[in-house]
């Protein structure tokens, strides 16, 4: 389905002729706390992610999964280490990314498609035409209908959907991914990831995905990485997921394939949780 | 198939006599409201012009209703002791407008300025803070010295008013912006002027908008109370005159007008409001 090239392990075997899309030198992330004590979030990260690669990170609470997300998009600089985007270090916003927040993305005072057309017409594309191209993702969706409603009349599981389409119309080379799908119940979940894999099978976006659901996370991705428990957290496992695509995220959690990958990578997260548990016990 | 659609015919029978069921009492409800409205007003009314008519309280300070509406429309047959009526209700009307765009105004554009500059906040904000803090009234007096009896000196009355109310929330709003609608208009590569008209001015506009409501009072009463300490026009000179002759009917009745103004207005804003922030006011389907 995938065209060769992007294929992540060739790319990284011959050492790949272009940079990688995502790279992660040496990173650290501390910040100074009130008391005047640093506190390290994340420590000496290393990786790379080739182009077109669906990379999940996993990880107990609190372990900077979502640090690391906003050091990718350039919310945040590293205070160690650099981020590279193409073999260029990372200065301010990453212009080539585009982010789904687990909260709403859409801005409730613009309609459907004046939200999905957004990003066309920050970049100074004609109303018209903006709207053209809207009306297509909108439609690539599944929301034709509904350009004119407003954020607040459409469901969770629509609104997620307007922020895909928001995301993907400017066509980035990544697509950040804040555990977009956690705050949707079990049914709209499974159908969203569905959704995401056939329409980001269209592109070649990287994704970086952060969930805190394996399963999730080993169903839709080529890659997942198991952060180990904060403070100073760093990379525990780098699993590789050769369940073959196209998948279907509902039924590929009972390939015997999935429960393998899911039982290797479950017995590495597991001691991460609990020294996640117990040092929240400790500190309580 | 016809055993089919029977039931659903009956449903939608049903249904239709439900919603009309549901319609009428909507209109009783309503109904009941407005009976309760009106019950309260001809109660105090009533007691009101009843008590004076009966001299348990002095017509001399208290008036009564129907002395203060006789007053009215002499007024506006004959004018007052001032000139005509109208032209006191359009120099009230015209200094409250003026001072609320002005306060408005540079409200709304100090509110945003501070709201988005750290720097800015941190030297300005005791100095707000501490003019706040100062009873607006007493710088009635200074402004009819610097500015005269005329217009100007009510404006920047009303503007001192005004401009603080809107401050305040402008700059709540601004700082209330949710973090990642910003982040992900920046994304979607926002400059900053973009970012200011699609995000941070809609979303502050909802608080800003809750202010105009209680600035065009204070836009009012910054009229008012100027007219009423030096003016040679207006509902407030209207009030002192009155006031001077011990003509009770006389306050009150330019107290109903003001209050009719007030009324007015507040509906005025209510439908600024609806303009702006439609989005809010699409019911749920």
Not at chain 1, 110 to 137: F, H, M, P, Q
Not at chain 1, 206 to 235: K, M, Y
Not at chain 2, 49 to 68: C, R
Not at chain 2, 111 to 137: C, D, H, K, T, W
């Amino acid at each position: 389905m995938r065209l060769a090239e992007n294929d992540p392990i060739q790319n990284e075997q011959t050492g790949g002729a272009e940079p990688p899309m995502i790279e992660l030198a040496g990173v650290t992330k501390e910040y100074v706390k009130p008391s005047g004590e640093v506190h390290t979030v994340l420590r000496d990260l290393h990786l790379r992610m080739a182009k077109g690669e669906f990379c999940s990170f996993v990880g107990p609470t609190g372990c900077g999964k979502s640090t690391t997300l906003g050091l990718i998009a350039g919310f945040e600089q590293p205070t160690g280490g650099t981020v590279k985007i193409q073999g260029e270090p990372l200065q301010g916003l990453n212009k080539q990314a585009a982010c789904v927040f687990q909260t709403d993305n859409t801005f409730p005072w613009k309609t459907v498609i004046d939200n999905v057309s957004l990003g066309l017409r920050l970049r100074g594309i004609s109303k018209a035409e903006a709207y053209d191209e809207a009306r297509v993702w909108i439609e690539r969706v599944g929301l034709k209908g509904f350009e004119k409603h407003y954020p607040h009349q459409l469901s969770g599981g629509m609104r997620k959907r307007v922020a895909l389409a928001q995301c993907l119309i400017v066509q980035p080379q990544i697509l950040l991914m804040d555990e977009s799908f956690s705050a949707l119940d079990v049914h709209t979940r499974s159908l969203m990831e569905n959704e995401l894999l056939t329409i980001w099978e269209e592109t070649s976006a990287s994704v970086v995905f952060i969930t805190h659901d394996l399963e999730e996370a080993i169903a839709l991705s080529d890659r997942v990485i198991v952060l180990t428990a904060g403070p100073s957290a760093t990379i525990k496992g780098d699993y590789r997921i050769h369940l073959p695509r196209p998948r279907n995220v509902s039924e590929i959690r009972f390939d015997p394939e999935f429960l393998k990958l899911h039982e290797k990578i479950w017995n590495d997260l597991r001691d991460e949780v609990m020294i996640s548990y117990e040092q929240s016990y400790q500190s309580r | 198939m016809s055993n089919l659609i029977s039931p659903g015919s009956t449903a939608s029978v049903e249904e239709v006599s439900r919603r009309s069921e549901m319609r009428a009492k909507a209109v009783k409800r309503r109904f009941r409201n407005l009976a309760l409205q009106a019950a309260v007003f001809v109660l105090v009314v009533g007691s009101w012009q009843l008590l004076a008519d009966w001299k348990i309280i002095d017509p001399f300070f208290f008036s009564s209703p129907k002395a203060i509406l006789l007053q009215i429309a002499d007024w506006f047959q004959n004018g007052t002791s001032q000139g005509p009526l109208y032209i006191h209700f359009l120099v009230t009307f015209e200094e409250t407008i003026i001072s609320f765009v002005l306060g408005v105004i540079l409200g709304v554009i100090a509110g945003y300025a501070l709201g988005m500059s750290e720097v800015l906040s941190v030297i300005f904000g005791p100095y707000i803070q501490m003019l706040n803090a100062l009873p607006r009234v007493v710088l009635a007096p200074i402004f009819i010295l610097w500015l005269g009896l005329d217009m100007s000196s009510k404006v920047a009355l009303g503007v001192t008013l005004t401009f603080f109310v809107v401050f305040f929330n402008a700059f709540q709003g601004v700082r209330e912006v949710d973090r990642n609608l910003v982040n992900n208009a920046l994304l979607l590569g926002a400059n900053k002027k973009q970012l200011a008209f699609h995000v941070i001015i809609p979303s502050a506009l909802t608080w800003i908008l809750s202010s105009l409501h209680s600035s065009f009072g204070f836009a009012l009463v910054g009229a008012v109370v100027g007219e009423f300490i030096g003016a040679t026009k207006g509902l407030g000179f209207l009030i002192s005159q009155a006031q001077g002759a011990f003509d009770t009917t006389g306050v009150f009745a330019a107290m109903v007008l003001l209050s009719v103004t007030a009324l007015i207005a507040d509906w005025a804003v209510g439908c600024l409001e609806k303009r702006f922030i439609a989005w809010r006011h699409v019911k749920q389907e």
